[in-house]
């Protein structure tokens, strides 16, 4: 039996209420999809822009290969002075010719009979 208001007429459903449940069944749906809306955009931001994203892959990229180019260069220079420590004796003796062209060279140390020519650089 339908619910009846004081005097004993049956109500009817109000209009109002249907229409506040549709509008917040409607804004409920709405939300939602803003909300997974702005987590896609979100989400796709990072992807691109992050710390692990494509920009910084590329820029870590780019870092690799310049680092890649330095040890190069440092294994060059090991290389070298490795040919010069066995140059002057590995063994523990030394090479005596090498060991004064380097006196001279860097240090240099000249001998009391020798005159030094200075040429101008190319």
């Known amino acids: ?45 990072q992807a691109l822009t992050g710390d692990y994203g494509t920009v910084a892959s590329a820029r870590y990229s780019a870092d690799v290969r310049v680092l890649k180019a330095q040890t190069a260069q440092l294994e060059r220079e090991r290389d070298a002075w490795r040919v010069l420590t066995n140059q002057l004796g590995a063994d523990g ?20 009979d020798e005159i030094v020519i200075i040429l101008p650089s190319e």
């Open 1 to 45: 039996m339908p619910p009846t208001d004081v005097r004993g007429s049956v109500m009817k459903r109000s209009v109002t209420m249907v229409r506040g449940h549709k509008i917040r069944r409607i804004a409920s749906n709405v939300g939602l999809g803003v909300f997974f809306g702005l987590a896609l955009v979100y989400f796709s931001y």
């Open 93 to 112: 003796t030394f090479d005596k010719d090498k060991l004064d062209e380097l006196v001279r060279q860097n240090l240099g140390y000249l001998r009391q």
